[in-house]
Structure formats: structure tokens, C-alpha cells
DNA sequence: GAGGAGATCGTCT
DNA sequence: GACGATCTCCTCT
């Protein structure tokens, strides 16, 4: 499959906006990893808003710190974090420089480069639910895309010269479904998980999926 | 298929 | 020293 298609990126402009705002438009988008001769790319089917300082579950409501410097940065640069002593998640910065703010890339639909990211997650796919494993998660999808916090934290995502970026292929999603956040135990109840609804690649159990009320 | 527990280590207090 | 935006394996139903 030809990488032509996801040449158009999407701008610092596109990130300077609510959290919830951009979580929305970013669903259906394609998050690309350029490597000498090889493309990666799958599409974003489920995302979380971390709305910063006032949110109890953002990395950043405790405030500025090393580690979760990128989040208080300029929109439209990767957040990786390590987590549970195995896994990378990644996250793009959102609002102006100076404003905490981020999402969380919880799931995606593998478009191109499958056999890499099998290779990278270690499986082989012999099923539909095979395929399913390699990116239906926060952890697999980093693993999937060899993310990690030495290599892509602090990367400018809306850079024409960067490895790793998100672009727009003009798909549109169908329906959007809106649910509680998963895995945290702060703010827990609140509906900023945002997922492709009835998508084979979504994380979670059909329970987990079941939209709130907003 | 669902649920529980262990692995494992960076970050913060 | 405690905790965590997770995953996988194992057991039970």
C-alpha cells in the first residue's frame, strides 16, 4: 500500500484546542511511523481526554514536573510515559504552551505494516483476533509502533520531518460513542474516553464500551 | 468469556 | 517506599 495517502498532516492549530474538542476530529485520523523503506500506519479508533490541571487523573494535576513537562508544552508534541514496568503509552500534547492538556491513544486499527508490528508485539497472526491484539490497547499500540519514551517523547508530531506523525486520509467516522476512562480510579465517572463505535479494534469488554450519560 | 493476580520499574513523596 | 492512564497468564464457569 502506497504511504502517498497519509501525506496530509495534521497542523499545530488542529491541537490548540480543548481536549474533548480534539479528541473528537482525531478519531478516524491515521497515526504514521516512518522507517527507511517501511510505513506503519493504522487508524485511531479510541482515544481519552486528560484535561490538566484541574483533572485528578492527569499526570499533570499535580503539577509541572521532568516528566510530564511535554503536556504544559506547545499542542502537537508526543507525551510518553513508562508504566507498570513494562509498557509505553503515548499521548499528544493539546491547548496553548503553558496549559496542561493531552490525550491518550488507547486504540488503533492497523492499516499498513501489519507484519512488522507483529514482529515488534512478538505474535503471529493467524486469526481476525490475532490482529486485534496487536494495537487494541495503550501498551500494544506502543509496542506495536517501537514507541518508547527515549525515542518519541518530546517529538513534534505536526512536523513534516518527523518519523512519527498523524495525518488525514479524509475517512469519517460513522458514530462516535462516548464512555468513562479506563484503568484509573480519580475522576473515573467522567465521559472522556471517545471511541469509534462498533469498531472491531476498540479496547476493553462490551461492558467497558457501553456509553454514559454526558 | 470473565475475573484475579503477578510482573516490573520509573516517578514522586 | 508506595503507587500506577497495562498486559498476560492462569483458573473458573
Known amino acids: 500500500m502506497s504511504s502517498a495517502r497519509w501525506q496530509k498532516l495534521l497542523s499545530r492549530e488542529f491541537y490548540d484546542r480543548d481536549p474533548r474538542r480534539?479528541?473528537?476530529?482525531?478519531?478516524?485520523?491515521?497515526?504514521?511511523?516512518?522507517?527507511?523503506?517501511?510505513?506503519?500506519?493504522?487508524?485511531?479508533?479510541?482515544?481519552?481526554?486528560?484535561?490538566?490541571?484541574?483533572?485528578?487523573?492527569?499526570?499533570?494535576?499535580?503539577?509541572?514536573?521532568?516528566?510530564?513537562?511535554?503536556?504544559?508544552?506547545?499542542?502537537?508534541?508526543?507525551?510518553?510515559?513508562?508504566?507498570?514496568?513494562?509498557?509505553?503509552?503515548?499521548?499528544?500534547?493539546?491547548?496553548?504552551?503553558?496549559?496542561?492538556?493531552?490525550?491518550?491513544?488507547?486504540?488503533?486499527?492497523?492499516?499498513?505494516?501489519?507484519?512488522?508490528?507483529?514482529?515488534?508485539?512478538?505474535?503471529?497472526?493467524?486469526?481476525?483476533?490475532?490482529?486485534?491484539?496487536?494495537?487494541?490497547?495503550?501498551?500494544?499500540l506502543a509496542e506495536a509502533f517501537c514507541i518508547t519514551r527515549e525515542r518519541d517523547n518530546g517529538k513534534d508530531l505536526t512536523s513534516p520531518r518527523a518519523d512519527l506523525f498523524i495525518a488525514d486520509d479524509g475517512y469519517r467516522v460513522p458514530h462516535v460513542l462516548t464512555t468513562a476512562r479506563i484503568g484509573i480510579t480519580k475522576a473515573a465517572a467522567l465521559p472522556l474516553r471517545y471511541l469509534i463505535a462498533g469498531n472491531e479494534f476498540v479496547s476493553g469488554t462490551k461492558i467497558r464500551n457501553l456509553p454514559v450519560a454526558s
Open 22 to 140: 480534539v479528541c473528537r476530529e482525531l478519531l478516524g485520523k491515521v497515526l504514521v511511523r516512518k522507517e527507511r523503506s517501511q510505513v506503519l500506519a493504522a487508524r485511531i479508533v479510541e482515544v481519552e481526554a486528560y484535561l490538566g490541571e484541574d483533572d485528578p487523573a492527569a499526570h499533570s494535576f499535580a503539577g509541572r514536573t521532568l516528566r510530564n513537562a511535554v503536556l504544559f508544552g506547545p499542542p502537537g508534541y508526543a507525551y510518553v510515559y513508562f508504566i507498570y514496568g513494562n509498557h509505553y503509552c503515548l499521548n499528544v500534547s493539546c491547548l496553548p504552551d503553558g496549559v496542561a492538556g493531552g490525550i491518550l491513544f488507547r486504540a488503533l486499527e492497523p492499516l499498513a505494516g501489519v507484519e512488522k508490528m507483529a514482529r515488534s508485539r512478538n505474535v503471529t497472526i493467524n486469526s481476525a483476533r490475532d490482529l486485534r491484539k496487536l494495537t487494541s490497547g495503550p501498551g500494544r
